[in-house]
């Protein structure tokens, strides 16, 4: 279990209930139009940067797309993501044969196992502790990738919907950020285009993982029935369905489709009181088919898939 500080989650732990329900929303990808750019033109680019992997660089973006966009890793904590990536790049032949060294990521899987934090804070935390040529390539990525968002990740709109379906549920919920994104950045992006205005919190990695923060400030506080998760990736379900409370998915490529579905059919499902069971389980069904848990380099499929041309 991650250890997550008492002054972090303050803000969860105390939050009041205002209305009988509760619909935490994750941020990138899902309420916000920023998941691509920052993989793209962010992440995967600092990968090929801090860690040398520039004569494989067509390779690493793949792979790293694949785990962070395209596959039932999507949306994963950037340090489990990480291992993900080192993970799958040692075992493909083509990066062998280019003669990059892959890290190994026992360090890192050392820190992800050490019960900190899976946030900046907490890979500082662990690598003061446990100094190492390969924990302190991670946290300067970690840096660089903070650097290279806040430089290029402005104006990214929410997505079509989203406003509308804030606006919507006003009357009957308490809505609240729920994200693996610093919350500095959160923070940021939803002051930026006035969403803040409809959320009582922004719990962003400070305050732990989804599962925690829907444990602290909805767990116990509304019926387990009137607690809702909106989010994109596998993960956001695991959060929501760990914790036995519902999960509405947005489905990748289908975003501003899926909002609508959410205003004018999901959410008054959901007030009503008959938004689990069937209903529910076709939606995430939908959702599930668009992930693949393999990659497509491990068999005889093309390079990109047809599902991943359809993510695009």
Not at 222 to 235: K, T
Not at 248 to 269: D, H, M, V
Request: aromatic share 10%; charged share 25%; glycine share 8%.
């Amino acid at each position: 279990m991650t250890i997550t500080s008492h002054t972090a989650t303050q803000a969860l732990i105390d939050f009041v209930p205002t209305k009988s329900f509760f619909v935490g929303i994750d941020s990138d990808g899902c309420a916000m139009d920023a998941m691509d750019i920052k993989h793209q033109e962010c992440f995967t680019p600092a990968y090929i940067k801090y860690f040398d992997l520039q004569a494989a660089s067509t390779l690493v973006r793949q792979t790293a797309l694949f785990v962070n966009l395209y596959s039932t890793t999507r949306g994963r904590n950037r340090w489990l993501a990480l291992a993900r990536l080192f993970d799958l790049l040692r075992e493909r032949p083509e990066v062998a044969a280019r003669g990059v060294k892959i890290p190994d990521g026992d360090e890192l899987k050392r820190f992800i196992g050490s019960g900190l934090p899976l946030s900046d804070a907490g890979i500082a935390q662990f690598a003061a502790a446990n100094p190492s040529e390969e924990i302190e390539r991670c946290v300067t990525w970690g840096h660089g990738v903070n650097e290279l968002i806040a430089w290029m990740v402005r104006g990214c709109a929410p997505f079509p919907g989203v406003r509308e379906a804030m606006e919507a549920m006003q009357t009957d919920v308490d809505c609240m950020t729920v994200s693996a994104t610093p919350g500095e950045a959160l923070a940021r992006e939803w002051g930026e285009h006035d969403l803040a205005k409809y959320v009582k919190v922004i719990a962003g990695q400070e305050m732990g993982s989804k599962a925690e923060h829907l444990r602290l400030a909805a767990k116990g506080k509304y019926e387990d029935d009137h607690i809702l998760l909106i989010g994109d990736a596998p993960g956001d379900r695991d959060a929501a369905f760990g914790e036995g409370v519902l999960f509405y998915p947005i489905n990748p490529g289908g975003e501003a489709a899926s909002w609508k579905r959410f205003r004018e059919e999901a959410l008054p499902r959901f007030l009503a009181g008959t938004y689990r069971g069937a209903y529910q389980d076709a939606l995430v069904t939908e959702f599930e088919a668009l992930l693949p848990a393999d990659p497509p380099w491990r068999t005889d499929c093309p390079t990109t898939t047809s599902k991943e041309r359809t993510l695009r």
